[in-house]
């Protein structure tokens, strides 16, 4: 099925580092949305994009919504422990269609 | 905690049997979605639910089924089970159908097949 490109594919950061993720589509998306899984578990959203060039912050995390509304970017600032995990990028295409293309995901390692 | 309720949290099966796995959405949501997550991979969507209505499908084998029931809880049926349908199966919930619309995500149910 149809994917979104996310880069890098894994990190391995010292704590304390800032983190940049970012995704790529070769199609148009209305939302763009960053989900975190951790080992076992479900999805968990972190930020929703809704307009083209918003910028917005949750905590240590700011994403961005690419201004051709086909790619997004996300920043982890001062790394802790607990962001490992594996971070996906989301779009979605708006109107009736809300169901999310994922990206290939960024596998996240920190160490003290 | 996502809201997102989803039976059971592990399941183990011989191929070609049938299983039924169990989604119940957060209060007020009418959405429902499901996706495949082989080992590694990212989320494959399967198919969308809107208020007991089938809204769009994806990926989905013709030996896997799903509905929604009239008190919005949804059952994803996977039948002629193989090996490679081995994976986490996760339902997602939104308030709407719309775009714009985020979806919540439970914590999944890791199939495996033997």
């Known amino acids: 099925g149809q994917q979104l490109n996310q880069s890098p594919q894994s990190m391995f950061i010292q704590e304390g580092e800032d983190v940049s993720m970012n995704c790529t589509s070769s199609s148009i998306f209305n939302t763009w949305l960053w989900y975190k899984q951790d080992p076992g578990e479900g999805p968990v959203l972190l930020i929703a994009?809704?307009?083209?060039?918003e910028l917005t912050s949750n905590g240590r995390l700011t994403a961005q919504f690419g201004i051709t509304r086909k790619d997004s970017f996300l920043n982890i600032s001062a790394s802790i422990p607990s962001d490992v995990g594996i971070y996906f990028c989301?779009?979605?295409?708006?109107?009736?269609?809300?169901?999310?293309?994922f990206g290939t995901g960024t596998r996240l390692q920190v160490t003290l | 905690d996502s809201g997102v309720t989803q039976t059971p949290k592990h399941l183990i099966t011989a191929t070609g049997q049938r299983v039924t796995l169990r989604c119940s959405p957060r209060s007020g949501d009418l959405s429902v979605y499901w996706y495949q997550q082989s080992l590694d991979q990212g989320l494959q969507f399967l198919i969308q639910?809107?208020?007991?209505?089938?809204?769009a499908k994806g990926n989905i084998l013709e030996r896997f089924s799903a509905q929604q029931f009239p008190d919005l809880h949804s059952e994803l049926n996977l039948s002629s089970l193989e090996l490679g349908d081995s994976a986490l199966y996760f339902c997602a919930s939104s308030v709407e159908g719309q775009g714009n619309s985020p979806l919540h995500f439970g914590n999944g149910t890791r199939l495996t097949v033997t």
């Open positions: 989301a779009g979605q295409e708006g109107g009736t269609a809300s169901k999310l293309t």
């Open positions: 639910y809107y208020n007991g209505e089938e809204r």
């Open positions: 994009l809704y307009k083209a060039g």
